[in-house]
């Protein structure tokens, strides 16, 4: 027998129950649909994943400074600061100065205290350069931030976080509300809100480095925050410890986001092996129901097979035939399976307003998949039926 005549019967005997084929076939399209579905939608997850993680994170590098050893000249200096400005992918940077002894202050509004009366609020104290509204990505609320003016002159003045402006009771700054704290009176000339970065400083009294060291003795820079271009921040993270004291870079600690392209990898085999694993489940189900109703067409085609052997069919010959049907299924299922999960992706990624993301391999892949299904689906049927002899055959109930 010819392959193109094994080719025609096989057609012939899938075409000759067609309800049975389909509904055999049904069960290798929801394999291999399920398959394309699960690692198309996987892929398109995981990709929609990284691109909504957090641009924040993604571009934030801190540099911490340790504290300068008695009687030396601190690691950075307020003005260092402009160096890491010049850097390519540098958006916007600001210097940070906080102690452990400034970290609880009681803070009053008024410098009178009454016999009973609350001593004030529990805040902390920074100072920092007049460039942190934008290194910390917030916003004044209220008056202004001061700027190097401000910073000359030594000006007695604060900005307060909206936090510590809250429970201060100070909501507006025209009537020049002042703060009062270690002895020392300061005018609250803008409140800063909305931070994205240093949420702590929301309850914090921020002032001017110079202000900071003449009364507080706070003036030595231990943290400097940085906001880079989305993918510059690994770049900055190894020329900024350079750019702000080339001597001691190593002295300095980075902490910069995680590289978006291994986090990238990462979530999308993390999904894929998971929705992977279901789709293979699927699959092996629909060559179970493949193989099922194989060996079913086999039993019910006994007189067949017969008949066939009598007129001279080899073993061969009929084992190739019930293989070749089983393998036309498997194919038929591939086929419909790979384009209605491709309809299936392009849908759900239009619906979430997503960037499908398919493997084309995979797409022309399904069909070779289903093939192979069918043909390993159909071995023990077609072996079963190449096994039989013709006197029996002939015999058994049609």
């Known amino acids: 027998m010819a392959p193109r005549d094994l080719w025609t019967e096989a057609v012939a005997g899938v075409l000759a129950r067609p309800l049975r084929s389909a509904l055999t076939t049904l069960g290798t399209v929801l394999g291999i649909g399920t398959l394309v579905i699960t690692i198309g939608v996987a892929s398109t997850a995981a990709h929609q994943i990284v691109g909504r993680f957090n641009a924040l994170t993604a571009t934030s590098v801190t540099v911490e400074v340790p504290p300068p050893a008695s009687d030396t000249v601190p690691l950075v200096d307020w003005e260092g600061i402009a160096a890491v400005d010049r850097l390519a992918g ?4 600001a210097a940070l100065a906080q102690t452990d002894e400034l970290a609880a202050v009681q803070v009053r509004t008024n410098d009178v205290v009454t016999p009973g009366g609350l001593s004030g609020q529990t805040l902390a104290v ?3 350069s007049p460039s942190l509204p934008a290194a910390v990505r917030g916003d004044v609320t209220a008056g202004r931030f001061y700027d190097g003016g401000d910073i000359a002159r030594h000006a007695r003045v604060a900005v307060l976080g909206d936090q510590a402006a809250r429970l201060l009771g100070i909501t ?14 300061f005018t609250v000339i803008g409140i800063l809100g909305g931070f994205k970065r240093e949420q702590r400083l929301s309850t914090s009294v921020i002032l001017p480095p110079t202000t900071a060291r003449d009364r507080l003795g706070l003036g030595t820079v231990n943290r400097v925050l940085i906001n880079t271009s989305l993918g510059a921040a690994q770049q900055v993270a190894r020329q900024s410890p350079v750019a702000l004291t080339p001597n001691s870079a190593k002295a300095l600690t980075v902490l910069a986001p995680p590289d978006l392209s291994k986090a990238r990898k990462g979530v999308q085999g993390d999904v894929n092996s998971l929705f992977l694993v279901l789709g293979l489940v699927s699959l092996i189900v629909g ?68 960037t499908p993301v398919l493997d084309g391999r995979l797409a022309l892949g399904a069909p070779v ?25 002939l015999r058994a109930p049609s």
């Open 90 to 93: 540098v958006e916007s940077s």
């Open 126 to 128: 920074a100072a920092a």
């Open 172 to 185: 507006e700054v025209n009537d020049s509300p002042a703060v009062f704290f270690n002895g020392h009176s």
């Open 287 to 354: 060559a179970i129901g493949i193989a099922n109703v194989t060996l079913v067409t086999v039993m019910e085609r006994v007189g067949e097979i017969g008949l066939r052997r009598a007129l001279g069919a080899s073993r061969r010959q009929i084992a190739g035939q019930f293989l070749m049907e089983s393998t036309t299924i498997g194919l038929l299922g591939g086929v419909i399976g790979a384009a209605l999960g491709t309809v299936v992706v392009v849908s759900v990624s239009a619906v979430k307003d997503w």
């Open 369 to 393: 998949v289903g093939a192979v299904v069918g043909l390993l689906a159909g071995v023990y049927p077609s072996l079963r039926a190449s096994r039989m002899e013709p006197v029996e055959a």
